[in-house]
């Protein structure tokens, strides 16, 4: 079995400072962790994926995330947030070899101006 | 185009009615999938394609949810007798299906209103 839960339905920030979007999984087995974002009336773009290797990855936009696997966590940061970031987040996870991710509810992040 | 294209965008219907939403991948994606999007649910899995394989239909909610892939690529999502908890966004997405944990491409998706 696969979960994930993104413990905040919104996060607000101010423009220029730094944000987290947190995302803890549950899977048995080796697990593939995943961004994605989804901006209004759009479908869901990558932004970034652990797999294996180094703990923190980086991706599309300046977003970076960093594997726990202590805490089973894989929050997205970025240094300084835009008002064009403000957009719903899900967090995905996927057991080494199953091929259907499983994705969080969501966290909606509006950055300020 | 090169993306995932998904029709129609929007489909109101009548409950009790059958209605048909369609997905047609990137080229030479082998991997397809359904979701359903939810207010406040996040995305649900439906139903998973790969190449000439079995699909995996565990997500699907009942037996009035059906799915088929032609000829490994566009697909068709049906949902007979409509209901109105049947309301939500349908995403479509591919993959190249190289192995997992690779990276899914979604479409529009299509949304879908039962009065």
């Known amino acids: 079995a696969q979960s994930v839960a993104q413990p905040e339905d919104q996060v607000n920030v101010a423009e220029g400072n730094p944000l987290t979007v947190k995302c803890t999984y549950s899977v048995s087995g080796n697990p593939y962790l995943f961004w994605y974002v989804q901006y209004p009336n759009r479908g869901l773009q990558f932004l970034l994926k652990?797999?294996?290797?180094?703990?923190l990855v980086k991706g599309s936009y300046g977003f970076e995330a960093e594997f726990n696997k202590s805490q089973t966590s894989f929050h997205l940061k970025k240094p300084s947030a835009l008002v064009s970031d403000s957009a719903l987040y899900f967090c995905?996870?996927?057991?080494?070899?199953?091929?259907?991710?499983?994705f969080g509810r969501g966290t909606s992040l509006i950055v300020h101006p | 185009g090169a993306g995932v294209s998904q029709s129609p965008s929007n489909k109101v219907t009548e409950k009790g009615k059958d209605v048909e939403l369609r997905c047609d991948p990137i080229?030479?994606?082998?991997?397809l999938y359904w979701y359903r999007q939810s207010l406040g649910q996040g995305l649900e899995f439906l139903i998973y394609f790969q190449g000439n394989s079995a699909p995996d239909k565990s997500g699907l909610p009942s037996d009035r949810f059906s799915a088929e892939r032609t000829g490994g690529s566009v697909s068709t999502l049906t949902i007979q007798r409509t209901q109105q908890e049947d309301s939500a966004v349908y995403l479509c997405?591919?993959?190249?299906?190289?192995?997992?944990?690779?990276?899914?491409?979604f479409g529009e998706g299509s949304r879908l209103t039962v009065l």
């Open positions: 997405a591919s993959s190249r299906g190289t192995g997992s944990g690779g990276e899914l491409f």
């Open positions: 080229s030479g994606h082998t991997a």
């Open positions: 995905a996870v996927e057991r080494g070899g199953s091929y259907i991710p499983t």
């Open positions: 652990y797999i294996t290797g180094d703990n």
